[in-house]
């Protein structure tokens, strides 16, 4: 390759043979009450493989484990911040794997938006945190997935305008983990949405703005016993539960080592919180599910702490060099 440099900022590295690898955390937006406000990542991954090739750019892209339904939710990020920020690039060619099931409740499409605003910055240099989070909301119209995905860990995210929101990380305790129901169905977010009321009594919503306040402080304190009750919401589980198989019957759940359960999202996952006796609680859960006829897959998973940015920094860093093309 020959011709320009294009320079590669520190903590936007390639390796030093012209590759690079991105990975985003899934998510599990909501947390029971915390309706477009709470999110936690999870150790479930895309991953973009990315190489350069000759020209100039031009994005490649190869889907190796799933099929594209829809729009490309990672070049349209690309797209959007290179229009704001018009300027050469290399060609590339991505490869992208993901473990996050589509539609699915775990922030496949806030992963794929984060990723493609990662991608940028591999050409542009990296960008501020706020500026990313603030083009990740504009893109996916709420911030709850995207703000988890970006920061890792827990994390509250408040939308102060359109185009403006505000996140924070929270603690959350290394030793809660998560059981994940997924069924072998997809659930579009906008469909989940449009079964929810635009008006709800003032009674349920001082029962949420309650429990999301006790789920907060349960999680920062470690203290588990009330969880299960900080979990339970009336802002968008009762209108979902027609469109989530299973979800009635999860929530329903008693075992001692089960702390609570949700949706996750829009579903139609559905999370079960524990610390311990994971394969008994899985048990309980396919009893309860395996009535229904439908194939599912649970997944135990763990929450993803570190940001976007430094897991790359941390991955990459050592083999930080310039682009030739």
Same mark, same amino acid.
């Given at each position: 390759?020959?011709?320009?440099?294009?320079?590669?900022?520190?903590?936007?590295?390639?390796? #030093?043979?012209?590759? &690079?690898?991105?990975?985003?955390?899934?998510?599990?937006?909501?947390?029971?009450?915390?309706?477009?406000?709470?999110?936690?990542?999870?150790?479930?991954?895309?991953?973009?493989?990315? %190489?350069?090739?000759?020209?100039?750019?031009?994005?490649?892209?190869?889907?190796?484990?799933?099929?594209?339904?829809?729009?490309?939710?990672?070049?349209?990020?690309?797209?959007?911040? %290179?229009?704001?920020?018009?300027?050469?690039?290399?060609?590339?060619?991505?490869?992208?794997?993901?473990?996050?099931? &589509?539609?699915?409740?775990?922030?496949?499409?806030?992963?794929?938006?984060?990723?493609?605003?990662?991608?940028? %910055?591999?050409?542009?240099?990296? +960008?501020?945190?706020?500026?990313?989070?603030?083009?990740?909301?504009? =893109?996916?119209?709420?911030?709850?997935?995207?703000?988890?995905?970006?920061?890792?860990? +827990?994390?509250?995210?408040?939308?102060?305008?359109?185009?403006?929101?505000?996140?924070? #990380? =929270?603690? /959350?305790?290394?030793?809660?983990?998560?059981?994940?129901?997924?069924?072998?169905?997809?659930?579009?977010?906008?469909?989940?949405?449009?079964?929810?009321?635009?008006?709800?009594?003032?009674?349920?919503?001082?029962?949420?703005?309650?429990?999301?306040?006790?789920?907060?402080?349960?999680?920062?304190?470690?203290?588990?016993? +009330?969880?299960?009750?900080? +979990?339970?919401?009336?802002?968008?589980?009762?209108?979902?539960?027609?469109?989530?198989?299973?979800?009635?019957?999860?929530?329903?759940?008693?075992?001692?080592?089960?702390?609570?359960?949700?949706?996750?999202?829009?579903?139609?996952?559905?999370?079960?919180?524990?610390?311990?006796?994971?394969?008994?609680?899985?048990?309980? &859960? #396919?009893?309860?599910?395996?009535?229904?006829?439908?194939?599912?897959?649970?997944? #135990?998973?763990?929450?993803?702490?570190?940001?976007?940015? %430094?897991? /790359?920094?941390?991955?990459?860093?050592?083999?930080?060099?310039?682009?030739?093309?």
């Amino acid at each position: 390759m020959s011709g320009n440099l294009v320079n590669i900022a520190t903590g936007s590295p390639l390796l #030093r043979d012209g590759r &690079m690898e991105i990975r985003v955390p899934a998510s599990s937006a909501n947390l029971g009450p915390g309706f477009d406000t709470l999110g936690v990542a999870l150790r479930l991954y895309l991953t973009l493989h990315v %190489e350069v090739v000759d020209g100039i750019g031009k994005l490649e892209f190869e889907f190796e484990n799933l099929k594209l339904d829809g729009e490309n939710a990672i070049e349209r990020a690309f797209r959007f911040l %290179e229009r704001q920020q018009p300027r050469d690039f290399p060609s590339l060619r991505v490869r992208v794997h993901s473990e996050i099931p &589509m539609k699915g409740g775990l922030g496949s499409s806030a992963a794929a938006t984060v990723a493609g605003l990662r991608l940028f %910055e591999a050409v542009a240099g990296a +960008l501020p945190e706020q500026g990313l989070l603030n083009a990740a909301t504009t =893109l996916e119209g709420h911030p709850d997935n995207v703000a988890a995905a970006l920061l890792g860990g +827990l994390v509250m995210s408040c939308q102060l305008t359109d185009i403006s929101v505000y996140a924070a #990380r =929270l603690h /959350w305790p290394e030793a809660l983990e998560l059981l994940v129901l997924t069924p072998e169905m997809s659930l579009a977010t906008a469909t989940a949405r449009a079964v929810l009321p635009d008006l709800i009594p003032r009674t349920h919503a001082v029962f949420n703005i309650q429990r999301v306040s006790l789920l907060l402080q349960s999680l920062q304190s470690g203290n588990f016993e +009330l969880l299960r009750e900080a +979990l339970r919401d009336r802002l968008h589980q009762p209108y979902r539960q027609r469109l989530v198989p299973g979800l009635e019957q999860i929530l329903a759940l008693e075992h001692p080592d089960l702390l609570g359960a949700c949706l996750s999202g829009a579903g139609p996952s559905i999370a079960v919180f524990a610390v311990r006796n994971f394969e008994a609680l899985e048990r309980e &859960m #396919r009893a309860a599910y395996d009535p229904l006829g439908l194939p599912y897959t649970i997944r #135990r998973l763990q929450v993803h702490h570190e940001t976007a940015q %430094e897991q /790359w920094t941390a991955a990459n860093h050592a083999n930080a060099r310039s682009l030739c093309v």
